[in-house]
């Protein structure tokens, strides 16, 4: 299972990108994909998830309506749209991957800091989003 994360950028305030994350090694059908963001010194942040089956999908509070995930399973990859760019959305861009959790919808839980240490399995190596005039 490998993962590769791509799209990142210097953006200015308002703007957006759309991150890739390319899938090898396994399906997006048999897995959930989520998107994750850190800064340094801060813990990873869960910003959005996706089911590879049927397309479900969950956000985190502090993004919900800026940011949009889909996948296109024909190309084993999954995007992160992300709109109104601030600031404060700088960070390393990660995606991963976990076969266990796809086997309900994606939830809001799932982002969180105790699925983020115990449950998403595969990582990809991030890329850099800063958001600066």
């Known amino acids: 299972v490998q993962l590769q994360a791509s799209g990142g950028g210097l953006v200015q305030p308002g703007g957006s990108l759309r991150l890739s994350c390319a899938a090898s090694?396994?399906?997006?059908?048999?897995?959930?994909i989520g998107w994750f963001r850190q800064v340094p010194g801060r813990e990873r942040e869960g910003v959005s998830c996706i089911r590879g089956i049927d397309g479900s999908t969950a956000y985190a509070d502090s993004v919900n309506g800026r940011f949009t995930i889909s996948r296109d399973n024909a190309k084993n990859t999954v995007y992160l749209r992300i709109d109104s760019l601030k600031p404060e959305d700088t960070a390393v861009y990660y995606c991963a991957a976990e076969y266990r959790l796809q086997k309900v919808v994606c939830r809001s839980t799932y982002l969180s800091s105790t699925y983020i240490r115990r449950h998403w399995t595969y990582w990809g190596q991030g890329t850099q989003v800063t958001v600066s005039s």
């Open positions: 090694g396994f399906t997006l059908d048999d897995y959930a």
